[in-house]
């Protein structure tokens, strides 16, 4: 394989892969969060959320806001997230959206 064929197809990998990437994120939140309902305990949320290989950060509640768990992952500007209230330790709402 001369240099410009190898060059070529390092260039279309690193295309393809973010494309690849975002999907496979897409799936992955869009999949953890479908298994969360109204009422679950957000105990083991965390743990859950890193074996599907997602990101997750914790928010305390206070007198004005709910408590959050907030789990993603995606590509830079291109992430999905999945963003689960809870009170007293129990889910109460929950949100899948995109962010580009």
């Known amino acids: 394989m001369n240099k410009g064929n ?15 990437k975002v999907r496979w994120a897409k799936n992955q939140v869009e999949s953890f969060c479908s298994r969360i309902a109204a009422g679950r305990i957000v105990q083991g949320l965390e743990q859950r959320a890193k074996d599907f290989g997602l990101k997750v950060k914790m928010f305390k509640g206070n007198d004005t806001q709910r408590a959050k768990i907030i789990v993603w992952d995606g590509w830079v500007f291109a992430r999905w997230f999945c963003e689960i209230e809870h009170v007293n330790g129990k889910v109460v709402n929950k949100e899948t959206f995109f962010l580009d």
């Open 6 to 20: 190898r060059d070529y197809i390092i260039l279309i990998i690193c295309a393809l892969y973010p494309l690849f």
